[in-house]
């Protein structure tokens, strides 16, 4: 019994040595082995490994891509106006080592000095850029670089810092007022060029309406003329030919026109000799 008691007791501290012996590496972890408080090794693939009881630790830390979100801060562009900012940063942990030697490991210690690294970066950037050029196309290249600016800084405490984001910007007061009066003024230069330039066709078009009316109206004139100039021309042939044939039928035929015209209108008054030729198919008794 006693040696039974013996042999339970040995495996028991067997398998609690096995088990202090070896630790897991998640695929989603990253670990550091210490002896006495002093790395000895970082570099783990996932899986099974081994330490010695006592003499090693290990630390575990996320291998995963993390978020820090930072709240309103305030910067100054260019000009010396006050712009509220909000972003956050995706960074995941690459060196290990580094990263523990750079901050013991501790996460919220690590996440203030990446927000510092890239608040002095969207600082610089935003000092020599205008309220326009930052809340406009211009924000993409900012960003590119601080982005840029803080993988560099972030490398030595062993930290890539995968992406900078900026999810909004306010003005203060003082910068809406001037932004809003920016626009007004903008908006009415863009107006009054479209109004110049639209009184400006419009005289066009109305020029160009009066030239093709003159032009026209000339044409119609002249086209009138010729066709004038050709009945005229037909109507004295036409005469000319009937005279030719019967002379005095054709003077017959032009006093009685005359009479029409001349003769038997409402409130005419007409002096003439009685003896004239005007009246003579009327004064001869027996005309040809």
Known sequence: ??????????????????SMSIFFVDQRELAIKF?????????FDPGLHFKIPIVNNVQFFPRRIQTITNPQELFLTKEKKN??????IKWRIVEV???????RGEQLLSSQRLLEI??????AEFAKRTVPGVVTAERRELMAEVLAK?????????IDVVDVRVKRIEFS?????SVFNRMRQERARTAAEL??????NAEQIRADADRQRTVILAEAYRDAEIIRGQGDASSAEIYANAFQKNEEFYRFYRSVEAYRNSIGTQNDILVLDSSGDFFQYLNDPKPK
Do not use: P, W
């Not at 019994?1 to 096995?18: C, K, P, Q, Y």
């Not at 803080?150 to 062993?158: D, E, F």
């Not at 109004?195 to 400006?200: D, I, M, S, T, V």
């Open 118 to 123: 890239v608040k002095d970066g969207i600082r």
């Open 173 to 177: 007061e003082d910068v809406s007022e």
């Open 195 to 200: 109004r110049a330039e639209g009184a400006e």
């Open 150 to 158: 803080a993988r560099a800084s972030a490398a030595q405490l062993g």
């Open 83 to 88: 712009l509220f900012v909000d972003f956050f």
């Open 97 to 103: 080592a580094d990263y523990y030697r750079a901050t």
């Open 1 to 18: 019994m006693g040696n039974m008691r013996l042999s339970l007791i040995i495996l028991v501290l067997f398998v609690i040595g096995i």
């Open 35 to 43: 002896r006495f408080g002093e790395i000895v090794d970082s570099d």
